[in-house]
């Protein structure tokens, strides 16, 4: 069972768009939520992450929105460029020991 | 700094062999884990490790996977009798002070069983 559930599986933007992903769960337990960007060939990297005290997380042109009572958070970048073109995982965690991760939104910024 | 490091890089093996895949985490780092990447798949937990113990194994897809992590530092993943569907790109990541931290990831091990 998919504990975390990532939307849509691929994006295609604009130059200067507006991209946002979507990632819902079920575990009320969550307690962080991270997202990751991955470029082909690499490991993801850590992107920027919320807890759910807040329901707003900005850095730079990257925002995570939380909503604790739908369980559901979202990605938005803004002004995309064609260098945020990459694939995207969402995740939570518990105290504990596991993240469990979406299965990833493939990001394209054309030029 | 030098960040996670996994070796190799690339891996073809033959249906039925074992591997052996290793992870050198960010000195210092106390948690290790393991994740499978399919293509076009999520990343899939593996295992976790909190110094030289495994507190959770519940991602190990069967008793052909193992892990090991000695001196709370390298760790090795090994498969055992490899299958064709264990083909995929196996990550390590490592964090300071467990599970709330970030997770700095490694380039990751490219496994192809032919």
């Known amino acids: 069972q998919q504990q975390v559930k990532q939307s849509p599986q691929s994006l295609i933007v604009q130059k200067g768009g507006i991209s946002i992903i979507n990632c819902a769960y079920e575990?009320?337990?969550?307690?962080?939520f991270p997202w990751y960007q991955q470029f082909p060939g690499k490991g993801p990297a850590l992107l920027i992450a919320?807890?759910?005290?807040?329901s707003e997380k900005k850095e730079g042109r990257f925002t995570i929105s939380f909503n604790k009572s739908a369980k559901q958070f979202s990605l938005h970048i803004m002004d995309s460029q064609p260098g945020d073109s990459a694939t995207y995982f969402c995740?939570?965690?518990?105290?504990?020991?596991?993240?469990?991760f979406g299965t990833g939104t493939s990001l394209t910024v054309i030029p | 700094g030098a960040g996670v490091s996994q070796s190799p890089s690339n891996k073809v093996t033959e249906k039925g062999k074992d591997v052996e895949l290793r992870c050198d985490p960010i000195?210092?780092?106390?948690?290790l884990y393991w994740y499978r990447q399919s293509l076009g798949q999520g990343l899939e937990f593996l295992i976790y490790?909190?110094?030289?113990?495994?507190?959770?194994k519940s991602g190990l897809p069967s008793d052909r996977f193992s892990a090991e992590r000695t001196g709370g530092s390298v760790s090795t993943l090994t498969i055992q009798r490899t299958q064709q569907e264990d083909s995929a790109v196996y990550l390590c990541?490592?964090?300071?002070?467990?599970?709330?931290?970030?997770?700095?990831f490694g380039p990751g091990t490219r496994l192809l069983v032919l």
């Open positions: 000195s210092g780092h106390t948690a």
């Open positions: 995740a939570a965690s518990i105290t504990g020991n596991q993240f469990y």
């Open positions: 919320i807890r759910p005290d807040v």
């Open positions: 490790f909190q110094g030289n113990s495994a507190p959770d």
């Open positions: 990541a490592s964090s300071p002070f467990g599970t709330k931290e970030t997770q700095y």
């Open positions: 575990n009320t337990a969550f307690d962080y």
